[in-house]
T-cell receptor
Framework: NAGVMQNPRHLVRRRGQEARLRCSPM?????VYWYRQLPEEGLKFMVY????????ESGMPKERFSAEFPKEGPSILRIQQVVRGDSAAYFC?????????????FGPGTRLTVL | DQQVKQNSPSLSVQEGRISILNCDYT??????FLWYKKYPAEGPTFLIS?????DKNEDGRFTVFLNKSAKHLSLHIVPSQPGDSAVYFC???????????????FGTGTKLQVIP
């Protein structure tokens, strides 16, 4: 059973470009979560999605950031017009269909560097 | 507002000894607590959890203790091994009994180094 997959593992963008981060949850998982880890900080919740629905986006910056989890394909975290402060590790996690568990399985992360 | 706090950014322990990692929380609605372990360049992996109806949960070398009145939990690793060297995140969520979703809030992590 493959784990949570994220790609790319490393992404370099110049200021003003767009960054697209992909996450494929574990097989059978329909709940996806995105977190951001800034240097020397902990994991900060960004958004929780189920298939085709955003359930909780309270951790997402109001501008430039968006997320989707289409019926087919991976979840996408999109950052428009990136700035240096967006440089961080972005982790995706997934959990089983049952909403009663809070054990989340994490991917290896995408390390975004904005030049 | 840091609702889950890990006040020790780092900890060094000799191999074979006990490692004790601490975590404090402020939200009295939290009722489910988890510890995750993270190696460099990898995602966090789930280690052990505890529900608020318990005060202790044990899994092999790992034991988590919960003191609800003090809003404090700790992770004990006995005996510590060099392979335990990693960053450990404490996490908490609220409202799991209802079967509904509640956001998981993470602490800032404690970097454990086990010295051979």
């Amino acid at each position: 059973n493959a784990g949570v997959m994220q790609n790319p593992r490393h992404l370099v963008r110049r200021r003003g470009q767009e960054a697209r981060l992909r996450c494929s949850p574990m097989k059978g998982h329909s709940h996806v979560y995105w977190y951001r880890q800034l240097p020397e900080e902990g994991l900060k919740f960004m958004v929780y999605l189920q298939k085709e629905n955003i359930i909780d986006e309270s951790g997402m910056p109001k501008e430039r950031f968006s997320a989707e989890f289409p019926k087919e394909g991976p979840s996408i975290l999109r950052i428009q017009q990136v700035v240096r402060g967006d440089s961080a590790a972005y982790f995706c996690a997934s959990s089983p269909d049952s909403p009663s568990t809070d054990t989340q399985y994490f991917g290896p992360g995408t390390r975004l560097t904005v030049l | 507002d840091q609702q889950v706090k890990q006040n020790s950014p780092s900890l060094s322990v000799q191999e074979g000894r006990i490692s004790i990692l601490n975590c404090d929380y402020t939200n009295s609605m939290f009722d489910y607590f988890l510890w995750y372990k993270k190696y460099p360049a990898e995602g966090p992996t789930f280690l052990i959890s505890i529900s608020s109806i318990k005060d202790k949960n044990e899994d092999g070398r790992f034991t988590v203790f919960l003191n609800k009145s003090a809003k404090h939990l700790s992770l004990h690793i006995v005996p510590s091994q060099p392979g335990d060297s990693a960053v450990y995140f404490c996490a908490a969520s609220a409202g799991t009994d209802s079967g509904g979703y509640q956001k998981v809030t993470f602490g800032t992590g404690t970097k454990l180094q086990v010295i051979p």
